[in-house]
């Protein structure tokens, strides 16, 4: 179940390339374990996001990925906290130290889509929305997907869930881009004889985004599956969650988007 091949150019949607600097910082990072045609990219619906001209907030709707479970400053729970190296965590900083910027982080361990709406399972993803409509982030960055992959739960549902979040997340805050992130592929799941291929789960994100208006960052482009070869330094021995290795890799890609996006 690996990922798809590099896309071409002009395919189904133009894609956003970061300038130089930002390549060799992605590459200076995970020299060992990206392949030549993983580039910084992401693709995009519009050429003009609402980040380009206001960076004072950012909120992230995440998984483990985003809490920083698994590093070993992370001090247990299953909630966001502060870390060293944890991807959200240094995006935090830095993003406050450069450009004056807010971040929440609203995050739970084995988060999925239909947690951020109502009846979701905790109380910072079931309010999230109304965390969005209240704050008008210039943007929300949603990093999910995992947990269904890992539960084999069915696409559709998957894709119920995921559209109602990205539509609600438009509704509640009109001038917010919302950048999908495409996780890597955990390699890992909690069900005997799963169904559903990852690339099913990839689809309903990339088909959001086109139906939405949303951006797409694939973070497979830059980190292996879990549990293949190369994947060793990446990955927690449950080939699901990321070391300080895999963090570093994922800041360092969603840096270089945001300050490349813009252009000069």
Not at 2 to 25: N, Y
Not at 61 to 69: E, M, Q
Not at 194 to 211: G, K, R, S
């Given at each position: 179940?690996?990922?798809?091949?590099?896309?071409?150019?002009?395919?189904?949607?133009?894609?956003?390339?970061?300038?130089?600097?930002?390549?060799?910082?992605?590459?200076?990072?995970?020299?060992?374990?990206?392949?030549?045609?993983?580039?910084?990219?992401?693709?995009?619906?519009?050429?003009?996001?609402?980040?380009?001209?206001?960076?004072?907030?950012?909120?992230?709707?995440?998984?483990?990925?985003?809490?920083?479970?698994?590093?070993?400053?992370?001090?247990?729970?299953?909630?966001?906290?502060?870390?060293?190296?944890?991807?959200?965590?240094?995006?935090?900083?830095?993003?406050?130290?450069?450009?004056?910027?807010?971040?929440?982080?609203?995050?739970?361990?084995?988060?999925?889509?239909?947690?951020?709406?109502?009846?979701?399972?905790?109380?910072?993803?079931?309010?999230?929305?109304?965390?969005?409509?209240?704050?008008?982030?210039?943007?929300?960055?949603?990093?999910?997907?995992?947990?269904?992959?890992?539960?084999?739960?069915?696409?559709?549902?998957?894709?119920?869930?995921?559209?109602?979040?990205?539509?609600?997340?438009?509704?509640?805050?009109?001038?917010?881009?919302?950048?999908?992130?495409?996780?890597?592929?955990?390699?890992?799941?909690?069900?005997?004889?799963?169904?559903?291929?990852?690339?099913?789960?990839?689809?309903?994100?990339?088909?959001?985004?086109?139906?939405?208006?949303?951006?797409?960052?694939?973070?497979?482009?830059?980190?292996?599956?879990?549990?293949?070869?190369?994947?060793?330094?990446?990955?927690?021995?449950?080939?699901?969650?990321?070391?300080?290795?895999?963090?570093?890799?994922?800041?360092?890609?969603?840096?270089?988007?945001?300050t490349t996006w813009c252009g000069p």
């Amino acid at each position: 179940m690996g990922r798809r091949g590099c896309r071409r150019q002009g395919e189904r949607r133009r894609h956003l390339r970061p300038r130089a600097a930002g390549l060799v910082l992605l590459m200076t990072v995970a020299a060992s374990v990206l392949s030549a045609c993983f580039t910084p990219r992401a693709t995009t619906a519009s050429t003009d996001p609402a980040w380009c001209g206001d960076q004072s907030s950012i909120m992230i709707l995440g998984d483990s990925h985003s809490t920083g479970y698994g590093l070993p400053d992370h001090p247990g729970g299953g909630s966001y906290a502060p870390t060293a190296v944890g991807w959200t965590s240094v995006l935090t900083r830095r993003a406050s130290d450069e450009w004056g910027t807010i971040t929440t982080v609203l995050a739970r361990n084995g988060a999925m889509a239909a947690d951020f709406g109502h009846g979701g399972r905790w109380e910072e993803t079931e309010s999230a929305t109304d965390a969005v409509h209240d704050v008008q982030p210039a943007l929300v960055i949603v990093a999910l997907g995992t947990a269904e992959f890992v539960a084999d739960l069915p696409p559709a549902d998957f894709d119920e869930h995921y559209r109602d979040l990205v539509i609600e997340l438009h509704t509640a805050s009109p001038r917010t881009t919302v950048l999908l992130v495409v996780q890597p592929q955990a390699g890992t799941r909690l069900v005997p004889d799963p169904v559903y291929p990852w690339q099913a789960y990839t689809a309903v994100i990339e088909t959001v985004a086109a139906d939405q208006g949303a951006e797409v960052l694939d973070l497979g482009e830059y980190l292996p599956a879990g549990g293949t070869p190369g994947a060793e330094e990446l990955y927690l021995p449950d080939a699901v969650h990321l070391t300080a290795a895999g963090h570093r890799v994922v800041h360092a890609a969603v840096w270089t988007l945001l300050t490349t996006w813009c252009g000069p």
